[in-house]
């Protein structure tokens, strides 16, 4: 049973910064693309970042130069982590995987997290 775990949200001022986790149980999160997803209320979803199999990311314009996302394949945990967070940046945050190839395609990605909220 492939699962995700999202944790480390909260609440931060402007300026401050967060490390979000996500933990993958089921399989080998190197296998599988990874990335971070966001909702806000009132507003479309954005995907945050991308991390494709060869250990490669891509970022959304709006958080590029301020979040980073990585993989400890030893604890099989992807990181966000994100700093100068700005009230534009509240919203819940999920962790999101595929199998497939296509890392950029984000109609693909078919296991998700129950979200951490992030709140600016």
């Known amino acids: 049973h492939v699962q995700l775990v999202e944790s480390g949200g909260g609440s931060v001022q402007a300026g401050g910064s967060l490390r979000l986790s996500c933990v993958a149980s089921?399989?080998?999160?190197?296998?599988?693309?990874m990335g971070w997803f966001r909702q806000a209320p009132g507003k479309g979803g954005e995907e945050v970042a991308t991390?494709?199999?060869?250990?490669?990311?891509d970022y959304a314009d709006s958080v590029k130069g301020r979040f980073i996302i990585s993989r400890d394949s030893a604890k099989n945990t992807v990181y966000l982590e994100m700093y100068g967070l700005e009230p534009g940046d509240t919203a819940m945050y999920y962790c999101?995987?595929?199998?497939?190839?296509?890392?950029?395609?984000?109609?693909?990605?078919?296991?998700w997290g129950q979200g951490t909220q992030v709140t600016v």
């Open positions: 999101a995987a595929h199998s497939g190839a296509l890392c950029s395609d984000w109609t693909r990605y078919n296991t």
């Open positions: 089921g399989y080998t999160s190197s296998d599988y693309c």
């Open positions: 991390l494709f199999t060869d250990g490669s990311a």
